[in-house]
């Protein structure tokens, strides 16, 4: 069986390789069914990020979100981030990651997470850069937002090679396939279910 360092690296090379090609048709098919998506599920504070060069590329759709929602970027704070709001300026900090400047406001409830992944596995949990910050901030959240991983080009096994701390997708969009949890069928009672009690 691949282990979670041998999956991470394959994909990685896929994702980059992939990032010089094709791209924005790539990244155009995942965003036509993400924002087909976003209709459909309630919420209007939205976890985005701000895209690397091999991520797909979600600006222009947070561009076409931002009157109506409010709209969220990481900050990395050590080994985990916080949440601010999105706006500019920007500038490129640690591992070559675009962040508005600070803020002290403080966001309690996230409904949307797009997050976007390095690889996914069969119960389809999130395998990142190896530094476990989603986890981190994921785990510090009394409620779950509803959680769409995107990635620009597939790179998925059935194998169970993540930890049970790495992230669980709600939803997985790629440029040729839309996954749901199974389980996931219920867009109007998520907050009530998925908070935990302190
Ligand atoms: N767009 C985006 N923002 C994000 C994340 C992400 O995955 N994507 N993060 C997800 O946690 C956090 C930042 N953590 C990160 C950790 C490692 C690398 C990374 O690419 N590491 C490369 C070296 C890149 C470089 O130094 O230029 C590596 O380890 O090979 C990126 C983000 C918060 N913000
Ligand atoms: N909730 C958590 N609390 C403390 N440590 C954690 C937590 N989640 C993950 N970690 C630690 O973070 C490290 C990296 O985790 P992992 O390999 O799962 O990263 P990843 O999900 O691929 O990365 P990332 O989220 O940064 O993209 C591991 O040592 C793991 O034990």
């Given at each position: 069986?691949?282990?979670?360092?041998?999956?991470?690296?394959?994909?990685?090379?896929?994702?980059?390789?992939?990032?010089?090609?094709?791209?924005?048709?790539?990244?155009?098919?995942?965003?036509?069914?993400?924002?087909?998506?976003?209709?459909?599920?309630?919420?209007?504070?939205?976890?985005?990020?701000?895209?690397?060069?091999?991520?797909?590329?979600?600006?222009?759709?947070?561009?076409?979100?931002?009157?109506d929602?409010?709209?969220l970027?990481?900050?990395?704070?050590?080994?985990?981030?916080?949440?601010?709001?999105?706006?500019?300026?920007?500038?490129?900090?640690?591992?070559?990651?675009?962040?508005?400047?600070?803020s002290?406001?403080?966001?309690?409830?996230?409904?949307?997470?797009?997050?976007?992944?390095?690889?996914?596995?069969g119960?389809?949990?999130?395998?990142?850069?190896?530094?476990?910050?989603?986890?981190?901030?994921?785990?510090?959240?009394?409620?779950?937002?509803?959680?769409?991983?995107?990635?620009?080009?597939?790179?998925f096994?059935?194998?169970?090679?993540?930890?049970?701390?790495?992230?669980?997708?709600?939803?997985?969009?790629?440029?040729?396939?839309?996954i749901?949890?199974?389980?996931?069928?219920?867009?109007?009672?998520?907050?009530?279910?998925?908070?935990?009690?302190?």
């Amino acid at each position: 069986m691949e282990s979670k360092e041998e999956f991470r690296a394959r994909c990685l090379q896929k994702l980059k390789h992939h990032a010089l090609r094709n791209k924005l048709r790539q990244d155009h098919a995942v965003l036509t069914k993400l924002a087909l998506l976003l209709k459909d599920v309630k919420g209007k504070t939205i976890l985005c990020y701000l895209p690397l060069k091999h991520e797909v590329n979600i600006t222009k759709l947070m561009r076409s979100l931002r009157p109506d929602n409010r709209l969220l970027v990481p900050f990395m704070e050590g080994v985990s981030f916080k949440v601010v709001k999105f706006r500019l300026p920007i500038k490129k900090k640690r591992f070559s990651v675009l962040e508005p400047q600070n803020s002290q406001m403080i966001f309690s409830k996230i409904d949307i997470a797009i997050v976007p992944v390095v690889g996914v596995d069969g119960a389809l949990r999130r395998i990142g850069h190896g530094k476990g910050m989603y986890d981190r901030f994921f785990s510090s959240l009394k409620c779950h937002p509803i959680v769409i991983f995107v990635q620009g080009a597939d790179c998925f096994t059935t194998q169970h090679v993540g930890d049970a701390h790495d992230v669980q997708a709600d939803f997985y969009i790629t440029p040729n396939h839309f996954i749901k949890r199974r389980g996931f069928n219920d867009f109007r009672v998520f907050n009530r279910r998925r908070c935990r009690a302190i």
